[in-house]
């Protein structure tokens, strides 16, 4: 099995590559039809949402940039 990546797009949606599937809340699979890379809407303005259709163009704006997140806290 093939590992998955996501990257985060500057102004713009998360790319999906690899092996991966796509479930609703109800655990139903999206059919990707054999895809191996898909987008991800993140802005909200996709018409075709989970997927990105571009109408984030002029209308998102978020530079992409890692970066650690702090120690996950235990109980």
Do not use: W
Request: aromatic residues 6%; positive net charge.
């Amino acid at each position: 099995m093939s590992k998955t990546k996501i990257t985060v797009n500057s102004n713009g949606s998360l790319k999906v590559e690899g092996d991966f599937e796509i479930v609703d809340k109800s655990g139903n699979v999206y059919n990707l039809q054999g895809r191996e890379i898909v987008t991800l809407c993140r802005c909200g303005l996709s018409k075709n949402k989970p997927f990105c259709d571009a109408s984030h163009k002029g209308h998102f704006e978020h530079e992409a940039v890692a970066f650690d997140l702090p120690p996950k806290k235990t109980v």
